[in-house]
């Protein structure tokens, strides 16, 4: 089994910037999807960015679209989340996952249609003045 570690979350005020880096224990490349989950306090989890491994395909929730960039790390086994114009309602604790199924040889795969299987214990981001 896979396994994810986040890390480069921290106290950062509104307006700031942080990046986020998954690493997981194996290469990315075979599996169809990675994303980030996150989950404020008293709240339930959501997913608010995945890439496809098909494609490159991305996608963001409406509340970070233009703020948030996923990319694929300088290793093969890692991905990035890079947060910028962080507000206090960015505040949670985010997670990495993975679809661990076989990406398909042929065809795209959207990656908000992936199940994610794998996740990571989660690195916490608290955004405050």
């Known amino acids: 089994q896979v396994q994810l570690v986040e890390s480069g979350g921290g106290l950062v005020q509104p307006g700031g910037s942080l990046t986020l880096s998954c690493t997981a224990s194996t290469l990315l490349y075979d599996y169809r999807a990675i994303a980030w989950f996150r989950q404020a306090a008293g709240k339930e989890r959501e997913a608010i960015s995945c890439i496809s491994n098909t494609d490159d395909g991305t996608y963001y929730t409406g509340s970070v679209a233009g703020r948030f960039t996923i990319s694929r790390g300088k290793a093969a086994n890692t991905i990035e989340l890079q947060m910028d114009s962080l507000k206090d309602e960015d505040t949670a604790v985010y997670h990495c996952?993975?679809?661990?199924?076989?990406?398909?040889?042929?065809?795209?795969?959207?990656?908000?249609?992936?199940?994610?299987?794998?996740w990571g214990q989660g690195t916490k981001v608290t955004v405050a003045s």
């Open positions: 996952a993975i679809d661990t199924r076989r990406r398909p040889s042929i065809g795209t795969f959207p990656c908000r249609d992936a199940k994610y299987d794998a």
